[in-house]
């Protein structure tokens, strides 16, 4: 490039241009082009603004506390723990109320458990033993109660037993009962207080009613005329998730409660309501499966008059219910309303149909191309 192409360069700083336009004498190739215009239109009224709301800055930053309670009493009368009645200290854990919570519907009981040597469960493949050397002392179970003590236990005249271990005897040794210990649990009420905040827009809520009245909460339950009594049935909410309550209160379960918050700030506070969803969470496997369920073991220790210590082993059947919390907040706002206004403008700018592009291209090689009158400036 010499000096005069920089001078083309200076000059060409300063054009002006202007588009070239052809109007095209064509109801077909009109009328498609208002279609494209009126769709676009469309969509930017209908979806952009009315169903996405896009007029509208939003806040997905939530901020939630839940707090549970669970009330209700039972009694039961077994060989094991003998005439009971249980109260809401007894089969909830853990009792402070979290948003995870679980409530005990049947148990396995071995009572009077001791520090001592017994035989290991013949349920336990790796305690299967034919003489005093499969027994190899101080080596534990991984599977199984104890640490082997070097005998092989043998009963009868059958030449296969099992070791000898140190454990908590007598081991556990029963099945599962063919009926949940706490069937009737399916009455207890679940009460479920929670609080939200937004704080892009500094706004609270909670979702229960705003009273004076004290026995509000006594007797009210959730439904359609009370969506501000978060009081619900156990055996409601185990329904509401698709499941049936004995099934589940017999092997136990995982159910899952969502409480869903999308507020309209540009609406009244009142009319930001929760909306509640119930889920079985755990898989369900067909028949008796190992997988199916949900259990977990605990003990209460004791000491006899002599100061040794004992215990109560106790696996636990129950159901397991996991509270979440998710929404999001909406209010006008002038920036996103003037970015999707342009968005669609520009949209509606670029619509060109095919039949102008090649009127186009025909009025580059004349202007009195067929029914089309080409207008230029600049």
Not at 14 to 38: H, W
Request: glycine content about 10%; some cysteine.
């Amino acid at each position: 490039m010499g000096q005069a192409g920089c001078k083309r360069l200076s000059q060409s700083l300063f054009d002006y241009k202007t588009e070239k336009y052809v109007i095209a004498k064509n109801k077909k190739v009109g009328l498609l082009y208002r279609l494209l215009q009126v769709s676009i239109l469309t969509y930017l009224v209908v979806w952009v603004f009315l169903v996405k709301k896009g007029y509208q800055d939003f806040d997905t930053s939530l901020q939630s506390s839940v707090i549970t309670k669970v009330k209700g009493v039972t009694f039961t009368n077994t060989s094991e723990l003998g005439e009971r009645l249980w109260d809401v200290a007894d089969y909830v854990i853990p009792p402070q109320g979290e948003n995870i919570f679980f409530i005990i519907t049947n148990l396995i009981v071995t009572p009077h458990q001791r520090q001592e040597t017994c035989a290991e469960s013949e349920s336990i493949p790796d305690a299967v033993c034919y003489e005093d050397s499969d027994c190899p002392p101080g080596e534990p179970i991984m599977a199984g109660n104890g640490v082997r003590t070097g005998r092989c236990l043998q009963s009868g005249n059958t030449q296969r037993g099992t070791c000898e271990i140190f454990a908590w005897c007598p081991v556990e040794t029963k099945s599962r009962p063919e009926k949940p210990l706490l069937g009737k649990a399916e009455d207890f009420t679940i009460y479920i207080k929670n609080f939200i905040h937004f704080p892009k827009f500094n706004f609270s809520k909670t979702n229960v009613l705003d009273t004076k009245d004290r026995d509000f909460l006594k007797s009210c339950r959730f439904g359609p005329k009370n969506p501000y009594c978060p009081i619900f049935r156990l055996g409601s909410v185990v329904s509401w998730a698709g499941s049936n309550f004995q099934e589940i209160a017999l092997q136990g379960g995982v159910i899952g409660i969502q409480i869903e918050w999308n507020c309209d700030l540009d609406k009244a506070p009142s009319e930001c309501n929760p909306r509640y969803y119930f889920s079985r969470l755990d898989s369900r496997f067909p028949g008796n499966s190992v997988s199916s369920g949900y259990n977990f073991r605990f003990a209460k220790y004791y000491r006899d008059e002599a100061g040794v210590e004992f215990r109560t082993l106790m696996k636990a059947y129950g159901i397991r219910f996991d509270v979440m919390v998710n929404g999001r907040a909406g209010k006008f706002s002038i920036i996103p309303t003037i970015i999707n206004m342009a968005s669609g403008v520009a949209l509606m700018g670029v619509v060109r149909p095919r039949g102008e592009w090649k009127s186009e291209c025909g009025a580059a090689a004349g202007p009195a191309d067929s029914g089309g009158v080409a207008r230029g400036v600049g």
